[in-house]
């Protein structure tokens, strides 16, 4: 087999600005060892998140130029509209300025407390929507998508098992809805398959529970069904997509994802009942329903972006990248959760710094290093990010330190790849010399954001 190539060429360039390892030293002092508080002009290779940070596509541009700023009823939002309705089959399609704009509209409908919302693994702003209402946020992950290094081709699939016995335990009345997330980015990028989604969709209606599709990589988790599941290697991942899609009463999609739209997102569903309340909050928060918290403009590039999405020469090149930096890590013997998931590559930070404790944030110290040696930006999931205190005030660390190095779509090229590769490498090799860290500074809540660390001695 030839090499898979990236599927564009490149007619609009941005510049990296490179630097030296002694001036990334000082930049990250003067950062606080945050990764988050780096400009992004000090970054060679920004793998921080695959959200918001695609390329578009001249046709993308071209729908920019195109987009009708219309207060209400521009031919924008019926082809936003026309397109939403095609891949998913839903009928009622109300635009948001981004994904958690469609939790926050979703969950102040049916949240409250007393409530529980079931999902394999919800995302933070998505958990973070649901708690705010005061209900609560339950993810019922299969066994092998707990364990980082045991592949298994669907590892974000859900514990249907876990699931009736959940609602057995709580009540059908009390779960107003259950929300599937694919592919399942807090849990590694790891698809779901079809078979799980419609076990889940039969326990949902013998319960009489909607079932809702968190959607923002849609095509990356039906180009997975395609190459892994039986039956679907000869249709289409449009064909997939739509009947994913069937199963579901509803969805929420950030188009920071998988629309390769810098901002936007989206509610769908068939409840005229529940979309009128979803329209009544989204004219207070958002904007008038033809256009939610968006320009025309965007509303044309995601509707563009949609269509580019389900493209199979973009989703194999897409799909094979993170799996080819994922081989070349795994033959350096670098520890990474296997197999590769559909827009990230993750550290396992615990086994590749083992020398230092979790008290010492060996997934930061990972990060530190990674920007130190290479310029590389990357993000730490582990103890920073989710770790909390007992009333001793001990760190309460997470289950996994993971350090996560998203991919932006059709952005970087195989060299760029490459030499990320070649930078984790060596960091691996010299790791013996890296030092853990202790915070000098916190906020209450999101800490990772803003807090400050120091390198201990
Ligand atoms: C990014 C993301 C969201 C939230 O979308 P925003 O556009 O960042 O608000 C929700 N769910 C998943 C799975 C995501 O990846």
């Known amino acids: ?98 994904g958690r704009a469609s939790e926050k509209i979703l969950f102040s409908i049916l949240g409250g407390k007393g409530k529980y919302f079931v999902s394999n693994t919800l995302f933070d702003t998505t958990r973070a929507n649901i708690e705010f209402s005061g209900a609560e946020g339950v993810d019922l992950l299969c066994e092998e998508g707990k364990h980082p290094s045991i592949p298994a081709p669907f590892k974000g699939n859900m514990d249907t098992a876990a699931f009736k016995s959940f609602i057995a335990e709580k009540g059908a009345e009390n779960i107003p809805l259950c929300m599937i997330t694919v592919t399942n980015n807090s849990g590694g ?146 520890p990474v959760m296997q197999p590769a998931g559909g827009h990230a590559v993750y550290l396992d930070a615990k086994a590749f710094l083992s020398h230092i404790t979790v008290t010492q944030y060996p997934g930061q110290a990972l990060v530190c290093a990674l920007y130190t040696e290479g310029g590389i930006r990357s993000v730490e999931i582990g103890s920073l990010m989710f770790g909390k205190y007992d009333e001793n005030q001990n760190l309460v660390p997470a289950a996994l330190e993971l350090v996560r190095l998203a991919i932006p779509r059709r952005v970087y090229t195989q060299s760029h790849i490459d030499y990320v590769a ?12 890296i030092k853990g860290l202790s915070i000098t500074e916190e906020a209450a809540i999101l800490r990772h954001f803003t807090a400050k660390l120091k390198p201990i001695q």
């Open 189 to 334: 990028g790891q698809p779901v398959s079809m078979q799980n989604i419609k076990d889940v969709k039969k326990i949902c209606v013998e319960n009489n529970i909607p079932l809702f599709i968190d959607a923002c990589r849609f095509a990356e988790n039906s180009y997975f069904i395609k190459l892994r599941e039986e039956g679907y290697a000869n249709v289409s991942v449009r064909e997939i997509a739509k009947e994913l899609f069937s199963y579901a009463d509803g969805s929420t999609m950030s188009a920071k994802k998988d629309a390769f739209a810098n901002i936007g997102g989206f509610l769908a569903m068939y409840s005229e009942d529940l979309a009128l309340k979803c329209r009544n909050l989204l004219v207070i928060t958002e904007g008038f329903p033809t256009y939610g918290g968006l320009a025309g403009r965007d509303l044309e590039a995601i509707a563009i972006g949609l269509n580019e999405v389900l493209d199979e020469n973009y989703l194999q090149y897409r799909i094979r990248s993170i799996e080819y930096l994922t081989e070349k890590l795994v033959k350096a013997g670098v």
């Open 422 to 433: 070649e930078v984790i490498i060596e960091v691996f090799q010299n790791k013996a010399t």
């Open 1 to 98: 087999m030839k090499t898979i190539i990236e599927p564009f060429r490149i007619k609009s360039v941005e510049p990296i600005y490179f630097n030296t390892k002694e001036e990334r030293k000082t930049i990250l002092e003067n950062a606080y060892h945050n990764t988050f508080l780096i400009k992004s002009n000090d970054v060679i290779i920004d793998l921080l998140t695959d959200s918001g940070t695609s390329a578009m596509s001249s046709e993308q541009w071209a729908g920019i130029m195109r987009g009708d700023e219309s207060y209400a009823g521009s031919p924008s939002f019926f082809r936003f509209e026309e397109t939403i309705r095609q891949i998913t089959g839903m009928p009622l399609v109300i635009p948001t300025h981004q």
